[in-house]
């Protein structure tokens, strides 16, 4: 499964709630899947993590945070991240992605 047409996969994308400039969705990743590099312009993402420990690893200033189930972390507008499981497992998390416009912009 695809997520808004970027090139990367998932094992499943469930959508929550969804009104002009906010966005909550439940996301899986399976074992060695992630969510690869990228920033947005206006919005923040939220992640809540459901399954995993799950791994938020971000750019400008590097960090990498990592989440075990029931814990969270925000990444800000123009902040380069991906996002993975633990140690090259799976993880399952909600996003929550506001406000502003949605856009994915891919980072090398």
Do not use: K
Not at 2 to 30: F, H, I, K, W
Not at 39 to 53: A, K, V, Y
Not at 73 to 98: E, K, N, W, Y
């Amino acid at each position: 499964m695809t997520n808004d047409g970027a090139s990367y996969e998932l094992d499943g994308r469930e959508l929550v709630a969804e009104a002009p400039g906010l966005r909550v969705q439940v996301l899986t990743l399976g074992p060695g899947q992630c969510v690869p590099w990228h920033r947005h312009t206006e919005i923040s993402d939220t992640f809540f993590c459901l399954e995993g420990p799950m791994l938020v690893e971000m750019r400008e200033p590097d960090a990498r945070v990592r989440l075990a189930i029931g814990a969270r972390a925000t990444v800000g507008p123009g902040r380069p991240h991906r996002v993975s499981g633990a140690d090259g497992g799976g993880c399952r998390f909600v996003i929550v992605q506001g406000v502003g416009t949605y856009d994915y912009l891919p980072e090398d």
